[in-house]
């Protein structure tokens, strides 16, 4: 028999001498170890959610890597590569990647009757992927891309229909300056799309890559760069190693030079902010696990100054040290089990609430969300509730030491 377990059990279910000092500290105990551990969840499940949720919001635009021209990479020109079939091929038999497009980029204004714009726009092929758009249509539906033909439709953002007034089905003009020259065509606009990210939404207008490439006056096997997509997004590095051995530095026939870059690369102001947040969650974890060790600490002095009597008594019959500062870990391990209990219980039902009901909002043109994003990993609550038991035990010690060193002689004058 666990003799230390059997005393903690009964001081913990308030059986004993009779003193109920202890009732209310065990409450208080137990509160700070469940809204700790709570907020510690909330907030590794928003900041995880945020953060992905962007990612995959700048991924959508482009790509994980790019393959591009050395100058379009390094600067704001964009300057073609070849993108023909044996070198599509090369890319697609990369260890880890997953899908490879073709895009072309040219810039042109966006007219109507009363009012003009300036955009980007970014040729696809039908190899395109279009998941991310689909995600985020607001009216109308995707064009059928091509790469060998024109199909005179465009797909515009929220941003860009509400400043001109379109709607999907709009006639709009567009005109573009080509080796001195002006040209114009006529679209329709198929649908309309809106990911709040404002980057992208302000510029970005989505047309068929033959299009683009013929108004940029190039060949028809060549592009601005390819986007390749990869299996797992923890793999980056090391495919963007493989990527670089195959093409970077390499020329292609017409003379230009392929290059490669990373998503992140790509987008260092995005990405150096969302690396800030990991900071944020570490200042929340920290300051929880303090609240969450000072409560315990408080709680037990409390418990043991009630029970100095119950200890004299304990040592008197030949109980050791040990088995006394057992006695109370054990104890302290029940008000923190409970607490964990709890506060898991709070913690993720607050972020299956928001999942699923999206009640916290937020405004889009600051953080990018309509609603605070959440992201349930489990593995990582595992490891957040093993990190809050261990760290709240060991601040525990010390204050059982306390509990071992009462002698029975004290013990008895003790009131």
Request: charged share 15%; proline share 2%; glycine share 8%.
């Amino acid at each position: 028999m666990n003799f230390p377990l059997f005393i903690a059990k009964k001081i913990y279910n308030g059986e004993g001498d009779g003193q109920k000092v202890s009732r209310p500290a065990i409450r208080i105990a137990t509160v700070g170890v469940a809204l700790g551990l709570a907020v510690m969840l909330v907030s590794v499940a928003v900041v995880l959610g945020f953060k992905h949720t962007i990612r995959d919001k700048v991924v959508g635009f482009g790509s994980d890597i790019t393959v591009a021209n050395f100058f379009t990479l390094q600067t704001a020109d964009t300057k073609p590569i070849q993108l023909n079939d044996s070198m599509m091929t090369v890319l697609k038999r990369i260890d880890g990647v997953k899908h490879v497009q073709r895009y072309a980029m040219t810039q042109g204004i966006l007219k109507t009757d009363s009012d003009f714009l300036g955009v980007a726009f970014k040729g696809v092929g039908e190899e395109f992927d279009t998941a991310f758009l689909s995600r985020n249509m607001v009216e109308g539906s995707i064009p059928k891309f091509s790469s060998e033909k024109s199909g005179n439709k465009i797909l515009v953002s929220k941003i860009m229909s509400d400043k001109l007034n379109l709607h999907a089905g709009s006639k709009v003009y567009g005109y573009f300056m080509t080796g001195g020259d002006v040209r114009m065509r006529k679209y329709t606009v198929s649908g309309v799309y809106q990911t709040n990210l404002s980057k992208y939404d302000e510029t970005m207008c989505f047309a068929d890559l033959y299009s683009v490439v013929k108004l940029n006056g190039w060949e028809a096997d060549q592009a601005t760069g390819a986007e390749l997509s990869i299996n797992q997004y923890d793999q980056l590095n090391q495919v963007l190693h493989s990527v670089t051995k195959k093409v970077n530095k390499h020329l292609d026939a017409y003379g230009e030079t392929y290059c490669s870059a990373t998503v992140e690369e790509l987008n260092p102001q995005i990405f150096s902010w969302l690396e800030l947040l990991d900071l944020n969650v570490w200042i929340i974890l920290a300051l929880m696990v303090c609240v969450t060790g000072f409560t315990m600490i408080s709680g037990l002095l409390i418990i043991i100054l009630e029970r100095v009597q119950m200890i004299g008594v304990l040592k008197a019959l030949g109980a050791r040290n040990g088995m006394v500062r057992h006695t109370f870990l054990w104890f302290a391990i029940f008000i923190i089990g409970k607490g964990m209990i709890i506060g898991n219980i709070l913690g993720i039902g607050i972020c299956l609430i928001q999942h699923y009901t999206g009640i916290v909002k937020l405004d889009p043109t600051i953080y990018y969300v309509a609603e605070a994003p959440v992201e349930i990993n489990i593995p990582l609550f595992l490891l957040v509730n093993i990190a809050t038991l261990l760290v709240s035990v060991l601040v525990l010690i010390i204050p059982s030491f306390l509990a071992s060193h009462i002698r029975p002689a004290q013990s008895m004058r003790y009131e």
